[in-house]
């Protein structure tokens, strides 16, 4: 039982690059959310799906997009990298009625 | 009336000592508190939580107070540990199942 596990787990791009950033449930949780986190400023949510098919945006959503077309996978696509999306970002999963999340280990990026 | 604050930034603590984390809220909807700690390098992992219908809660040396009226929780650490230092962060949730973050707090306790 692997939990929530995110890949790659260091990316550095460069300005105007795209990539996905992975991220994969085995726990059959109906809900996953995407943050980031930056120092000073917590865990910030960029967008979540409470099932495969339903995606919305959360506080910070701007340049990233979401899809959820199956209920192990969320991936968060960057579609054109900035300096100011250089940070960590974690995926959560957890059970509908349930908000104890569990985190992924986390993605560290970085965009030149 | 979506935030979470919380106090302090960073906190030194002295092995066997108490620590104190502190978190207000806004939004009288949140129902669910709860704590995140996390190691360098590793993502936050779910330490203890709290529904409103409890003033407190204790899981081993870990507790949560509860103040309904005033919007705020804390967290206490009893007998602090070097193995306890860390980032903590609080963070509040309604029925919708997203959670609301609070900054953090580094946790540093010297031996």
């Known amino acids: 039982n692997a939990g929530v596990t995110q890949t790659p787990k260091f990316q550095v791009l460069k300005t105007g690059q795209s990539m996905t950033l992975q991220c994969a449930q085995d726990m059959n949780h109906e809900y996953m959310s995407w943050y980031r986190q930056d120092p000073g400023m917590g865990l910030r949510l960029i967008h979540y799906?409470?099932?495969?098919?339903?995606?919305d945006q959360g506080e910070v959503p701007n340049g990233y997009n979401v899809s959820r077309s199956t209920t192990e996978d969320f991936p968060l696509r960057l579609l054109s990298a900035a300096p100011s999306q250089t940070s960590v970002y974690f995926c959560?999963?957890?059970?509908?009625?349930?908000?104890?999340?569990?985190f992924g280990s986390g993605t560290r990026l970085t965009v030149v | 009336q979506q935030q979470v604050k919380q106090s302090p930034q960073s906190l030194i603590v002295q092995k066997g000592g108490i620590s104190i984390i502190n978190c207000a809220y806004e939004?009288?909807?949140?129902?669910?508190f709860p704590w995140y700690q996390q190691f360098p390098g590793k993502g936050p992992a779910l330490l203890i939580a709290?529904?409103?219908?409890?003033s407190e809660k204790k899981e081993g040396r870990f507790t949560i107070s509860f103040n309904k009226s005033a919007k705020q929780f804390s967290l206490h650490i009893m007998d602090s540990q070097p193995g306890d230092s860390a980032t903590y962060f609080c963070a509040a949730g309604a029925n919708t199942d997203k959670l609301i973050f609070g900054t953090g707090t580094r946790l540093q306790v010297f031996p």
């Open positions: 799906s409470v099932g495969a098919g339903i995606t």
């Open positions: 939004n009288t909807a949140f129902d669910y």
């Open positions: 709290i529904r409103p219908d409890v």
């Open positions: 959560a999963s957890n059970p509908t009625g349930n908000p104890g999340y569990t």
